[in-house]
């Protein structure tokens, strides 16, 4: 096959045959097919779609792209849940730990910073000596022993993923709903999850920044699925401001542990929560989302969540004492703050250009080679509808340069907009998709 002739068709809106799908994942995973081509054909999938024939197709090549996991010696239904990325967005972190603490058995393969959002397995790896790299067998006796593991996709899993991820950071081909349901559902395919639930962000730091686009996506990700065979639903959730407070690396991290010690909340523990319970639900340890919600806050107050954390870090390699103690994470050398250029409401976020901001400060990648500086980051200090005098600081920068700080001022003084009058909130949830019905809060 002449892999030019799979982009030009593309390109000409046409719909790709199973065999040059199959061409496309596997010359993806094998290195078959240069960088090149493949970013062609990324980029006119961008433009031209994909129905939900050759979505499908395409899940189904990229998972069986490598091996998929056994996850049989394993006690229970295994739980897994996976966001569409984000900017602030730590629910793995605050809920695989409660989850397991309440019995689940969470086996999950994360990933990594993707344009301006961050990645688990960047955040885990922010903790002194933690490892995200394990061998099947020590991944299903981790979950097995503990209830929790946190991985990156091994070279034989789902490598077409991997290798087309990395291209599409860096070649402006990541929001795409057919690329992202693939590359998502076939990664949750592979990995052996028994039910999979999916958190879907919308809003300015969503992949989607439409609420049609996003249950579209959501939609395309439980029919692919419930195709499969698996239980599977998906929450549509905010993302107009960072969910958390914190942005970075291991500043996410530390957030994660604030609030697994009860030293803090908010809006990213709350859709921790209601994914978290539904998870228990799927588990079949639940019997619904509120006695769902009521175990996962029986194993915060007690403290149940943090110890889980602690046992996964210390199984995957890393420092547990950061658990007890954040100061054991890696420090910025300086903080500065970003000052409010007037006073009024804070009206509006582009938070992309928050995951950006971070992003400039050394939190992610431009290319593919960029490495991470783990400390570095943004805490923002503002939410929406807050009302702040000129001066005051909307966020903090934590840098480990300083020259770029003016730079970082200024784009984070454009990312928020402050106005006089005092604007109307945004939900927290704005759809439930199952297999059999979209359910819409707003
Ligand atoms: N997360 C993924 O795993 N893949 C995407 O394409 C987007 C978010
Ligand atoms: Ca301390």
Known sequence: MNFVDVILKKKAGEALSPEEIRAFARGAADGSVPDYQLSALLMAICFQGM??????????????????????????????????????????????????ACGAKVAKLSGRGLGHTGGTLDKLESIPGCSVEKTQEEFVEQVQRIGCAVIGQTQDLCPAD?????????????????????????????????????????????LMHTLEESIELARAMVDIGTQAGKPILALVTGMDQPLGTHVGNALEVKEAIDILSGRAGGDLLAVSLELGSRMLVASGIAKDVADGKARMRGALESGAGLERLREMIEAQGGDGRVCEDVDY???????????????????????????????????????????????????????????????????TLYLNKRELANEAIARMQRAITVSPERPALPPLIYAAVSPEETIRYV
Do not use: F, W
């Not at 006690?75 to 730990?97: F, I, Y």
């Not at 070649?171 to 039910?195: H, Q, Y």
């Open 51 to 100: 129905n939900a024939q050759e979505t499908a197709c395409l899940t189904m090549e990229m998972m069986h792209s490598g091996g998929v996991v056994d996850l049989s010696a394993i006690d229970g239904v295994c739980v897994d849940k996976h966001s569409t990325g984000g900017v602030g967005d730590t629910t793995t972190l605050v809920l695989v730990p409660l989850a397991a």
């Open 162 to 206: 991997k290798a087309l991820y990395a291209l599409r950071d860096v070649t402006g081909t990541v929001g795409c709903v057919p690329l992202i349901a693939s590359s998502i559902v076939s990664k949750k395919l592979a990995s052996g999850a028994g039910a999979i639930i999916l958190d879907v962000k919308t809003g300015s730091g969503a």
């Open 329 to 395: 994470l890696p420090h910025a050398a300086y903080r500065i703050d970003v000052p409010a250029p007037r006073g009024g409401y804070v009206a509006k976020m582009d938070t992309t250009e928050i995951g950006y901001c971070a992003q400039d400060l050394g939190a992610g990648r431009k290319k593919k080679t960029d490495v991470i500086d783990p400390a570095v980051g943004l805490v923002m200090r503002v939410r929406l509808g807050d009302a702040v005098a000129a001066g005051q600081p909307l966020a």
